[in-house]
């Protein structure tokens, strides 16, 4: 029978799993609601006192705008206050999650009202007050344009800048590489391409060789990193087929200053994390497989943008209708705004959800875990990755191992250097007791 050890450090930590923008992002949304609710006021009094339908039910529609920004806005101030509540067993960073699956059934909502108003007009065609309606619409599209002025900026994901040395690595044309970034170091041998390379292997340096002036050997070459914290490592290099390539894995996070010394000189360079955006410029994914989105903020952000775009679709219609007098135009116009609308909201409902279902993320993470365990010498039997919230992920872990003095702790000193990983469970089975198991 194999023993379990339960890790102690599963007690006297809190369980905060909010995205590193969250108060930022709710004062981002209640800025939003307050400049939906008084251009709402302005247009049904407005519209009341001049006779206009038009611009009361303008008005109307921006009172649904700011509710679907309030279920955005409440959700930042619900996870921030119960945040250390502990009857949330893993915390109130799924909140934002779960109101952005809210934000996105109510997104496939207008989408279908939408549709199904512009093809009743398109069968069934009905006067249109051009003079009212497009100012209106321009009104709107200005109101949308400020929204998503307020609602941008960092909400995305968190992401640093590089300098002009820093490029992302692509394959050389012998193609034996691939690595996550490069930096280019001018060197009396040449430039020296030094790349951290991370390809289903521990990440490790490497260097070609193709581009230099003279012959550089494994043992005449050394990167010292050198952390935030003033924690200095000694990299030394082994001789592969047209590259050299470090001897030891370079632990996480990969943010450091680098040390190149060689045999006439030495030079420095800087490595930086740096997180991959989507079609939207949303940040997905950082170099280490961590999901930083805000989907909270995300739904917000697309419901202004696709308020936007139908306003743009609206007023180009109207304009080519009163021109010309297609009164089709403007119906047309109404459902390619739907389908765009339920294109995004689909996006929406199938990343939260996934989400909230504990959809197993990106294998990275998991990958990096298991090299982990693997460089330690022992067997991963079980594993189990899923996210807590914006850039946190909560990993349970089951080993099999030789030796048998080693318990959670040492695990858990092993995988802290695995970025995104907040809340880590450990059972440790010893080999002797349950026999032999193949590595």
């Not at 997104?107 to 249109?128: D, F």
């Not at 951290?196 to 340096?205: L, R």
Request: net charge negative.
């Amino acid at each position: 029978m194999s023993s379990l050890y339960e890790t102690p450090f599963s007690l006297g930590h809190d369980h905060v799993f909010l995205g590193e923008s969250h108060d930022k992002n709710g004062r981002k949304t209640w800025a939003v609601i307050v400049l939906c609710s008084a251009m709402m006021i302005a247009e049904i009094i407005g519209g009341s006192l001049f006779g206009s339908l038009a611009l009361v039910a303008d008005g109307m529609h921006m009172s649904t705008h700011a509710g679907a920004m309030l279920i955005a806005a409440l959700a930042y101030t619900y996870a921030r206050k119960h945040a250390n509540n502990p009857r949330f067993v893993f915390g109130t960073g799924k909140l934002g999650d779960l109101a952005g699956f809210t934000s996105a059934i109510i997104l496939a909502m207008i989408a279908l009202l939408i549709g199904y108003e512009a093809i009743a007009r398109l069968l069934s065609p009905v006067p249109i007050h051009f003079d009212e309606a497009i100012p209106i619409a321009v009104v709107g599209l200005l109101v949308n344009i400020v929204s998503a002025w307020l609602l941008s900026g960092d909400h995305h994901g968190h992401s640093h800048g590089h300098n002009h040395d820093h490029k992302h690595y692509e394959k050389h044309e012998d193609s034996h590489d691939h690595a996550e970034e490069v930096q280019q170091i001018k060197t009396s041998a040449g430039v020296i391409a030094l790349s951290i390379f991370e390809d289903g292997v521990p990440p490790v340096f490497r260097i070609a060789l193709n581009d230099l002036k003279v012959t550089l050997l494994a043992q005449d070459v050394t990167v010292t990193t050198i952390r935030s914290d003033g924690t200095r490592q000694v990299f030394g290099f082994t001789k592969k087929s047209d590259y050299l390539e470090s001897t030891m894995a370079i632990p996480e996070p990969h943010e450091f200053k680098i040390l190149l010394a060689l045999p006439d000189s030495e030079h420095s360079a800087m490595f930086e994390e740096h997180a991959h955006g989507d079609e939207h410029g949303h940040a997905e994914h950082d170099d280490h497989g961590v999901d930083t989105r805000d989907h909270n903020m995300r739904a917000a952000y697309v419901h202004v943008i696709a308020d936007a775009a139908v306003s743009v679709l609206a007023i180009i219609g109207l304009v080519l209708a009163k021109i010309y007098g297609w009164l089709w135009m403007d119906p047309l116009a109404g459902i390619i705004g739907a389908l765009v609308i339920a294109n995004w909201s689909y996006g929406l409902i199938r990343d939260t959800g996934a989400i909230l279902m504990d959809v197993s993320p990106s294998d990275a993470l998991a990958n990096k875990v298991r090299i982990a365990v693997e460089n330690a010498g022992d067997k991963l039997v079980d594993l189990h990755v899923w996210r807590l919230g914006p850039g946190h992920f909560g990993a349970v872990v089951s080993v099999v191992t030789k030796v048998a003095q080693r318990n959670p702790a040492f695990y858990h000193t092993e995988l802290k250097q695995v970025k995104g990983l907040s809340h880590i469970t450990v059972e440790v089975h010893p080999e002797a007791l349950i026999g032999p198991i193949a590595i």
